[in-house]
């Protein structure tokens, strides 16, 4: 079965990094947009950074935009989010997706809503 696999969270002070991975297995990788999600308590899910696989297009939230950075390594089936000057406002659960010949701005700007298989996610804390 198609699978994702988060991990890479951790606690950081703020202003510090963290590096969070996507592991896919199950399904051709290249043919996906991959979503980086997150939800943070009392928050609804948002879309955070989406890559193509196929093209390498990307995209991202204004909120993270110029800190963070996602890549992709198809030669290992993952996706990578590098998270640099981190606020207390990132502190969430991080979550991946996988969207099928997907675009990534529409895929991170639809929040995850049509995607139905989430994982355990890696979970980020920055405290101040």
């Known amino acids: 079965e198609a699978r994702l696999v988060e991990s890479g969270g951790g606690l950081v002070q703020d202003g510090g990094s963290l590096r969070l991975s996507c592991a896919a297995s199950?399904?051709?990788?290249?043919?996906?947009?991959i979503g980086w999600f997150r939800q943070a308590p009392g928050k609804e899910r948002e879309g955070v950074s989406c890559?193509?696989?196929?093209?390498?297009?990307?995209y991202y939230a204004d909120s993270v935009k110029g800190r963070f950075t996602i890549s992709s390594d198809n030669a290992k089936n993952t996706v990578y989010l590098q998270m640099n000057s981190l606020k207390p406002e990132d502190t969430a659960v991080y979550y991946c997706a996988a969207d099928l010949l997907g675009m990534p701005r529409l895929f991170c700007r639809s929040n995850g809503d049509k995607f139905g298989s989430w994982g355990q996610g890696s979970r980020v804390s920055v405290i101040s």
């Open positions: 890559i193509s696989s196929r093209d390498g297009s990307t």
């Open positions: 199950g399904f051709t990788f290249d043919d996906y947009a």
